[in-house]
T-cell receptor, first 114, second 112 residues
Framework: DSGVTQTPKHLITATGQRVTLRCSPRSGDLSVYWYQQSLDQGLQFLIQYYNGEERAKGNILERFSAQQFPDLHSELNLSSLELGDSALYFC?????????????FGPGTRLLVL | DQQVKQNSPSLSVQEGRISILNCDYTNSMFDYFLWYKKYPAEGPTFLISISSIKDKNEDGRFTVFLNKSAKHLSLHIVPSQPGDSAVYFCAAKDTGGFKTIFGAGTRLFVKA
């Protein structure tokens, strides 16, 4: 158990819909990351937050947005969903997001868009 | 553009033998390299890392080698155990350290 929690574990929805994925970081971690893993692909970095502020952006679509709240939990919002958005979405956390810090991953949310 | 490449989708090894997982990268600005292990239905877990100023880092049965001139790193597992069967991801960070770029992963099967 990494200490990072993600809800829900599974999500099935239809194209065009909007969903929210939630992540609670490990106690004491200020930095949260979001990744997408599509079938047979590596983890694609989406976005990183540090203490409520966006710190780095990766290949995140404009239909996707995220935020980190004062209690440090984070939400990833996916809108106008397409079939290709079906993937595993992982959240990770680290103490401050430094170069040599270990990221601890949650179990992921499996999204299926029908 | 895949900056971190793991060209072997899978690898099968006999228990007790050495497992060698390879990773190539293209970005010379990468400063820090990591290996993560992932079991089904779980998130990736950190395994071992290496800074670009080193060429080897060892932790128990796991050793990571870095060849900066060839932009190549490898993970050696000796001896391999059935419990090592998992997907292994190579990852890299640049000097800024904010983005971690992952490879596609190599699925390791360790046969008893």
């Amino acid at each position: 158990d990494s200490g990072v929690t993600q809800t829900p574990k599974h999500l099935i929805t239809a194209t065009g819909q909007r969903v929210t994925l939630r992540c609670s970081p490990r106690s004491g971690d200020l930095s949260v990351y979001w990744y997408q893993q599509s079938l047979d692909q590596g983890l694609q970095f989406l976005i990183q937050y540090y203490n409520g502020e966006e710190r780095a952006k990766g290949n995140i679509l404009e239909r996707f947005s995220a935020q980190q709240f004062p209690d440090l939990h984070s939400e990833l919002n996916l809108s106008s969903l397409e079939l290709g958005d079906s993937a595993l979405y992982f959240c990770a956390s680290s103490v401050a997001g430094g170069l040599e810090e270990t990221q601890y991953f949650g179990p992921g949310t499996r999204l299926l868009v029908l | 553009d895949q900056q971190v490449k793991q060209n072997s989708p899978s690898l099968s090894v006999q228990e007790g033998r050495i497992s060698i997982l390879n990773c190539d990268y293209t970005n010379s600005m990468f400063d820090y390299f990591l290996w993560y292990k992932k079991y089904p239905a779980e998130g990736p877990t950190f395994l071992i890392s290496i800074s670009s100023i080193k060429d080897k880092n060892e932790d128990g049965r796991f050793t990571v080698f870095l060849n900066k001139s060839a932009k190549h790193l490898s993970l050696h597992i000796v001896p391999s155990q059935p419990g090592d069967s998992a997907v292994y991801f190579c990852a890299a960070k640049d000097t800024g350290g904010f983005k971690t770029i992952f490879g596609a992963g190599t699925r390791l099967f360790v046969k008893a």
